[in-house]
Every structure is written in structure tokens, then in C-alpha cells.
């Protein structure tokens, strides 16, 4: 099994939506993981690290599940802007960063 | 101003000759990485490094080779054992204290 895996996509969302994403991990033990957003031919920057309990910066939530081994993202008011790949990232104890392949997220106008 | 670097953003070799790519941080970062993306693909874990004079091997070293004898230099050679080499470079740094991880612009290598 992958160390962390998502859906490719593409997702084709119409402007407005509401659009979540999961990434399931395979290491129970793993402690840190965030969701990084790429754009084409860009490197990769950081869009929110993932707790736990929860967290929201604005029409982004994302959240952990240890139970079930997996993060969501959750884009609410989609934008144009959005679109773009979402990289799943997990940070292990040895600092080994581990990227998931990205979902694509295409909103439309 | 402090930040990570990639040096050329561009590169084109022939096949079969060894190429050395640049990666410089002068954020004081413990920790920093090689990535390789290709078209339509995430990123792939080339090599890491926790500290000077140490680094490990990701999930496809091979046809690599790394250095680490400075905190704020990772160069990456990719060999001409390398099979295919033309992709995304990506160079990256962080403290185990921090969870963000801080990115260079990459290299686009081309093997002709």
C-alpha cells in the first residue's frame, strides 16, 4: 500500500460549489500532515497543516481522522482560483516528507 | 531575505553526461530534500537529508547521488545511470520543530 494516496481527479466543479477531497496514509504513526496546493509548472505551496480537531482558514477546512488513517480538504464558494492540484503531504517522525500524486480541481466558470 | 534557491531554473544535457544541480537555503534548516515530478504526476522522494554529512535514500535514488557537506547545500547529481532523467526538480527544506516545508521554483531538466 501507498504511504499516502488520493483520488487523481480531475474534479470539475461549477464556480460557487462546495468541493472535499480525501487522502488516506498507510503509517498509523505519522504525526504531521497538511494539504499543499500546486499550480501548473509552479512548485508547491503550503495551503494548511491538518489537526485533529479540525481546522478552517476562511472557505478552507480540513481535517484529520487517526481512526480511519485519512485527511480531508474542504473548498467551500469554489473560485476560479482554485483551481489547481492539491498535493496530500505526510511528515513522518525521521522529518521523511511524503507527497501524494494531487487531486486536479478544475472550477468552471 | 531568506529563502531557498535553485540554480538553473533550466538545463539541457546530452544523454549519457553526469549534470549537478544546485539547491541553496539560508534559512538555517536542518533538513532538505530532493523531489523529481513528472507531467501529470506528484511529487517523488529522490533523496533526504537530516543533518550535514548524513542523508538517506526516498523512493527513487537510484541513478542519484547526493552531498551534504554544508547546512545550506544539497546539490543532486543525476548520473547517466539515471533512465530518464528529463523531469521537475524540486529542492526543498524544513526543522523537525516546523511542519512547512519550504520550496525552491525547481530546475526543468531536459536530456537530449
Known amino acids: 500500500r501507498k504511504e499516502v494516496e488520493q483520488d487523481p481527479g480531475p474534479f470539475n466543479v461549477p464556480e460557487g460549489a462546495t468541493v472535499a477531497f480525501n487522502c488516506t496514509y498507510s503509517?498509523?504513526?505519522?504525526?504531521?500532515f497538511f494539504w499543499y496546493r500546486q499550480d501548473c509548472r509552479k512548485e508547491p505551496k503550503l495551503l494548511m497543516s491538518?489537526?485533529?480537531s479540525g481546522n478552517e482558514d476562511g472557505r478552507f477546512t480540513a481535517q484529520l481522522n487517526r481512526a480511519s488513517q485519512y485527511i480531508s480538504l474542504l473548498i467551500r464558494d469554489s473560485k476560479l482560483s482554485d483551481s489547481a492540484t492539491y498535493l496530500c503531504?505526510?511528515?513522518?517522525?525521521?522529518?521523511?516528507?511524503?507527497f501524494g500524486k494531487g487531486t486536479r480541481l478544475h472550477i468552471l466558470p | 531575505d531568506g529563502g531557498i534557491t535553485q540554480s538553473p531554473k533550466y538545463l539541457f544535457r546530452k544523454e549519457g553526461q553526469n549534470v549537478t544541480l544546485s539547491c541553496e537555503q539560508n534559512?538555517?534548516?536542518?533538513?532538505m530534500y530532493w523531489y523529481r515530478q513528472d507531467p501529470g504526476q506528484g511529487l517523488r522522494l529522490i533523496y533526504y537529508?537530516?543533518?550535514?554529512?548524513?542523508?538517506q535514500k526516498g523512493d527513487i535514488a537510484e541513478g542519484y547521488s547526493v552531498s551534504r557537506e554544508k547546512k545550506e547545500s544539497f546539490p543532486l547529481t543525476v548520473t547517466s545511470a539515471q533512465k530518464n532523467p528529463t523531469a521537475f526538480y524540486l529542492c526543498?527544506?524544513?526543522?523537525?520543530?516546523?511542519?512547512?516545508?519550504?520550496f525552491g521554483q525547481g530546475t526543468r531538466l531536459t536530456v537530449v
Open positions: 537529508s537530516q543533518i550535514v554529512n548524513d542523508f
Open positions: 503531504v505526510e511528515k513522518n517522525r525521521d522529518d521523511k516528507i511524503i
Open positions: 526543498a527544506s524544513s526543522i523537525p520543530e516546523q511542519v512547512k516545508a519550504f
Open positions: 503509517n498509523s504513526a505519522s504525526q504531521s
Open positions: 534559512l538555517n534548516h536542518d533538513a
Open positions: 491538518v489537526y485533529s
